[in-house]
T-cell receptor
């Protein structure tokens, strides 16, 4: 157990739908990062939150949004889903050092 | 185009052999990290190197950061089947606050 908890582990949904992925960072970590991992793109940075505020944005689509709550857990919202959104979505937290990743959510859009 | 280029993309070797994985870039990084990822799991941090020329050892794994902080290598001595996995390098750019990952090297060690 890395200390970073992601739910759900698997998600299967239809095109056009909306889903929410949840992440609880390691205790004490203020930063949360979201990454998308696909076979052809590798690990791509989506967005970072630090203590509730957006800190950095990467290759995140406009259909995707995220937020970090006062208890520091974070949610990644994916809407108008397309087949190409099928991927592993990872959350990571850090305390200035290396990142600690969760086990990911495998999203399959059918 | 990847900011960090890893090579080789895939490596299949016999138990006991040595191997080196390379991570190259034209950009300077304030630090570089190596991760190992197994199927169905998230990447796990192996090491962080921050000083140009730095060498770190983790049992049979040796990590080196280039003098100019643009490249790194991971050398595994006497590879074992348990070393099988996806090895990822990731760099933190100067004045940046997000890690950029290479595409990874898939290592398979056969017994």
């Amino acid at each position: 157990d890395s200390g970073v908890t992601q739910t759900p582990k698997h998600l299967i949904t239809a095109t056009g739908q909306r889903v929410t992925l949840r992440c609880s960072p390691r205790s004490g970590d203020l930063s949360v990062y979201w990454y998308q991992q696909s076979l052809d793109q590798g690990l791509q940075f989506l967005i970072q939150y630090y203590n509730g505020e957006e800190r950095a944005k990467g290759n995140i689509l406009e259909r995707f949004s995220a937020q970090q709550f006062p208890d520091l857990h974070s949610e990644l919202n994916l809407s108008s889903l397309e087949l190409g959104d099928s991927a592993l979505y990872f959350c990571a937290s850090s305390d200035r050092g290396g990142y600690t990743f969760g086990s990911g959510t495998r999203l399959t859009v059918v | 185009t990847q900011l960090l280029e890893q090579s080789p993309q895939f490596l299949s070797i016999q138990e006991g052999e040595n191997l080196t994985v390379y991570c190259n870039s034209s950009s300077v990084f304030s630090s570089l990290q190596w991760y190992r990822q197994e199927p169905g799991e998230g990447p796990v941090l192996l090491v962080t190197v921050v000083t140009g020329g730095e060498v770190k050892k983790l049992k049979r794994l040796t990590f080196q950061f280039g003098d100019a902080r643009k490249d790194s290598s991971l050398h595994i001595t006497a590879a074992q089947p348990g070393d099988t996995g996806l090895y990822l390098c990731a760099g933190l750019k100067e004045y940046g606050n997000k890690l950029v990952f290479g595409a990874g090297t898939i290592l398979r060690v056969k017994s």
